[in-house]
Each structure stands twice: as C-alpha cells, then as structure tokens.
C-alpha cells in the first residue's frame, strides 16, 4: 500500500516536518510503502493563472503524478493566523488546477478523488494547530477526499519531540499510530 506524507512547512527545524516523519515510520512499520515528500524538493512558484497560460510548471505535474500514484495520504499541517500555510494552500491550487487540453490532466481533481487523507498538525501553542485542521478538512472534501475522522493535534510540539525527533510522550505516540491505523484501514478498503 504507497502512502504519501508531507508536510505544510519547509522551515529546517519544522514541528510539522519531524511529525511527518514520525508517521512515515509508523506507517512503514504497519506495512506501508512510504513517500515523504519534502514539498522544497518541488520548484513551485505561487499560483498564478497568468503563469499557468504559459505552461503549468514540470514539478506541478510531477506533484500531480505522486498525488496520484498515491491512494492514502497524511498531511502535517503548521498553523498560520488559525489556518493551514500559504505553501499548503499553493500546493494544494497548483495539484487540483486542470492542465487544458492535456488528456491526463485535464480534469482538476483527479489528483485528489477517492483518496484517503489523514490529518495532523503541531503547534507550540496549546491547541497543537487544530484549527489549521478544521479549515482543510472541508477543503479536502470538497476535492472528492475521504478525510479520516481520526486527527491529531500535537501541543507545545516545542517540547514534544527529542534530540533524535521521535515523539517523548508514549500517549502522543499512539495518537498519531491512531491517525496512521485509520488511514492504513479506510485505504485498504476504498481503493478499487
């Protein structure tokens, strides 16, 4: 089963970016065949319909494929102004914008439709970015995903994680094997 993970962030010491890999370990561990996309590994530019009449950019169509190729995703969400990144945000219009006139991408939301999305977030604030959550849930369904009702928001991620980035807190840990269990579960189930 290919699970893709990435995080909303592509700051060095990103919170979001050490839980993603906490999920990608435990997903690998469940069985999973894990992608851990680093979204600055991709030379996206900020969305621009003028842009995009010149050529939808080759790392976009690239995102395109692996989103595809992928039928159960986990998204690691960073909390701006209680909401989700403007990275997150570009990533997600540039994937579900349709490529005109391109018979594989002509429609914007088959990147998107049937897959399973888990959701976590860190936060150092109290509620762990869970407000960064409840705005791309919707978003999500509104692009054809199956968002898992199991989430996770990671508190105080300022001292959550060790020098190693594995989470100290056994309950944290289990949180997030919860989301990852649920994704594991709902895909194995939807995917046709």
């Known amino acids: 089963m290919n699970i893709l993970i990435f995080a909303g962030s592509t700051r060095a010491q990103s919170f979001n970016r050490q839980l993603a890999k906490v999920a990608a370990k435990l997903a690998e561990d469940a069985g999973a065949k894990v992608t851990l996309l680093e979204l600055s590994s991709l030379d996206i530019p900020m969305y621009n319909a003028d842009l995009e009449a010149q050529g939808t950019p080759p790392d976009v169509i690239r995102l395109k494929q ?9 998204i690691c969400s960073p ?14 219009d540039w994937a579900s914008s349709p490529v005109k006139g391109d018979a594989t991408w002509g ?11 888990g959701l976590l977030a860190a936060s150092p604030g109290g509620l762990g970015g869970l407000r960064s959550l409840e705005h791309l849930s ?3 369904s ?8 199991q989430q996770f928001a990671l508190g105080q991620a300022g001292s959550a994680f060790d ?3 594995q989470l100290q807190s ?6 997030v094997r919860s989301v990852v269990s649920q994704v594991l579960w709902a895909t194995k189930r939807l995917q046709p």
């Open 107 to 117: 429609q914007g939301t088959k990147p998107f439709a049937g897959k399973v999305v």
């Open 66 to 74: 692996l989103m595809f190729d992928h039928p159960g995703w986990i």
């Open 163 to 165: 020098a190693d980035g």
């Open 142 to 149: 509104n692009l054809q995903c199956w968002v898992a009702p």
């Open 170 to 175: 056994d309950k944290h840990t289990e949180s």
């Open 138 to 140: 919707p978003l999500l």
């Open 79 to 92: 909390e701006y102004n209680g909401s989700y990144t403007a990275l997150l945000k570009n990533t997600i």
